[in-house]
């Protein structure tokens, strides 16, 4: 009982936390529908630790004291003179941490799914106010294709895989040339480090994407039991994210109560808005992207190879840095096309850093080649 009181009393003080920051956020917002979102929330906080008040109660605790903690009072002082939008992201971030905070604690299930909506709205919010409108970020998607593309989605994958591939077989290849082993044996290393790497990359990215999907079904099937089981809830909560974008208050709930007429509808909307969640992709095919992982590995890991099955000695050497250098010159001028710096000195970075790493590996396989001969 020791133990359940303890946490009673820190989730009471969380919640109470909570609705003084969002009443401060209210009271500092001009903007009437969002200072309307920030009071509904505080209101909800308020509910919340009200659970926990009853439950000391029960518990023979009462009286509970509460003061704001320092980062409650300093967000609050910081909004009221920089306005809500300035401390925003900070709240949306943290908000997003504790999304789950009652996911373990069985007396609280019917709690813990508005936390995870009041995660969705913040950052709602907090993206609406960082473009001034809801919808200003959207309309910059929609008109400019390349704006995507810039924030580096297939392309930047692919481009950092080969890189991966490049960089670490080329530092492996000078590595063993640089211990003077036979050019056999740096070609059979090189090979080796390939298809290992290769094959640690396939299974990284399988793994990756494999519990991305089950904890994505596993969110999906929370959001549609609670959908069953509290719609009322659920349709607040989606009426509050709409508003959070910028939707006047009247129309959010119009939308909301329409969107939960139909529950595969709701739940496709929910789980996209409140849990950021594509319900045609789940995060896409686990094999398809080890497949991917792997050949992007392979095609990068095998520039530093190639002259090695030709060559031998220095001028292997040689031309395996020439060719390495030349790739991971192309390699750097891809990347400007998602980092916003000028193609030559993406390539020359690119070329900079990754001859210094070839060097340390040449250099420390020389002193072992060394050490152990």
């Known amino acids: 009982m020791g ?17 003084a920051l969002y009443a401060a956020l209210a009271a500092a917002e001009p903007d009437p529908l969002r200072r309307d979102l920030f009071l509904q929330l505080s209101q909800a906080e308020t509910s919340h630790a009200q659970l926990w008040r009853d439950k000391l109660t029960a518990a023979g605790v009462h009286g509970e ?39 373990g604690q069985s007396d609280a299930h019917e709690i813990s799914a508005e936390e995870r909506g009041h995660a969705a709205v913040i950052q709602a919010a907090a993206a609406a106010g960082s473009h001034g409108t809801a919808t200003v970020g959207a309309d910059i998607e929609r008109a400019e294709p390349w704006h995507r593309a810039a924030s580096g989605n297939n392309l930047r994958a692919a481009v950092l895989g080969a890189n991966d591939g490049l960089v670490s077989n080329f530092c492996l290849v000078m590595g063993v040339a640089g211990a003077g082993a036979a050019s056999k044996i740096v070609l059979l290393t090189g090979l080796a480090g390939l298809v290992a790497g290769a094959c640690s990359m396939a299974l990284g ?28 809830a659920e349709e607040h909560e989606l009426a509050l994210i709409y508003q959070a974008k910028g939707m006047p208050k009247e129309d ?36 398809s992207a080890a497949a991917t992982s792997f050949a992007l590995f392979a095609a990068g890991a095998i520039f530093s190879v190639v002259p090695f099955f030709w060559l031998k000695g220095h001028w292997a050497i040689g031309a395996s840095v020439v060719a390495s250098g030349l790739v991971l010159c192309v390699v750097g001028m891809l990347t400007s096309l998602f980092n916003g710096r000028g193609a030559w000195y993406s390539a020359v970075r690119q070329l900079l850093f990754g001859c210094i790493a070839a060097g340390v590996t040449y250099g420390v396989g020389a002193a072992l080649g060394t050490s152990l001969s």
Do not use: C
């Not at 133990?3 to 609705?19: F, P, T, V």
């Not at 709930?253 to 909307?269: C, E, H, P, S, Y």
């Open 65 to 103: 004291h509460f003061a704001p903690n320092f980062r409650t009072r300093l967000l609050a002082k910081l909004a009221r003179r920089f306005g809500p939008r300035f401390v925003l992201p900070s709240i949306a971030a943290a908000e997003f941490a504790d999304r789950n905070k009652y996911a």
């Open 252 to 287: 959010a709930q119009r939308v909301a109560a329409n969107i939960m007429k139909n529950k595969q509808g709701a739940l496709d909307t929910l789980a996209r808005e409140e849990l950021g969640i594509d319900m045609t992709e789940l995060g896409g095919n686990p094999w």
């Open 3 to 19: 133990l359940d009181i303890a946490r009673y009393q820190a989730n009471l003080q969380d919640e109470l936390n909570g609705a």
């Open 205 to 232: 990215e399988w793994l990756s994407v494999t519990n991305a999907r089950e904890l994505a079904q596993t969110q999906i099937g929370k959001e549609a039991e609670e959908i069953e089981q509290t719609p009322a």
